[in-house]
């Protein structure tokens, strides 16, 4: 008798390359903004350099990669891949500027008008926390505020 869940024979693991556009300053920031951290707890390594971490972490946000796919091409866990990713989003939420003080700064400078706009990011069925139940899709909501000139604040 044959056993049923035998792989497929002939099956090769396939990698394909995707392009992501990025503005020449964007990698070396994230780099550094990665780094800072690596140093404030004296760790020497991590699996990947700091730049191939970014470069990982902007394709799951930018283009929706999977975590399962990142993970297989560049032989680290799915899990690796989440905690990168979460790690890099907190650090840039660290950076933002308050609420409070980019609507006082707003007032200051004589401003009336103020944009807010959003997107939704999906973040697939792994992230449990986040179920849109009007989208019907694990998601976030990421929203950005603006001045007039559609400058971000």
């Keep these: 008798m044959r056993n049923k869940t035998s792989s497929a024979r002939g099956t090769e693991t396939v990698a394909y390359q995707s392009s992501l556009t990025l503005s020449t300053a964007t990698l070396p920031f994230l780099g550094d903004l990665l780094r800072g951290p690596l140093k404030k707890i004296h760790s020497r390594w991590r699996k990947l350099p700091p730049g191939r971490i970014a470069t990982i972490v902007l ?47 707003v007032t200051r400078k004589d401003g009336h008008v103020v944009l807010i706009d959003g ?5 697939g069925a792994d992230n449990c926390r986040n179920y849109s139940g009007k989208h019907k899709a694990h998601d976030l909501l990421f929203l950005t505020l603006t001045d007039d000139r559609g400058r971000l604040l």
């Excluded at 929706?64 to 650090?91: C, K, P, Y």
């Excluded at 997107?119 to 973040?123: A, G, K």
């Design 59 to 105: 394709a799951v946000l930018r283009h929706d990669q999977r975590f399962a796919d990142m993970a297989g091409g560049n032989n680290i866990s799915q899990a690796t891949v989440r905690r990168w990713v979460m790690e890099v989003i907190e650090l840039l939420a660290a950076r933002a500027e308050r609420l409070d003080h980019a609507l006082k700064k």
């Design 119 to 123: 997107t939704l990011i999906r973040t």
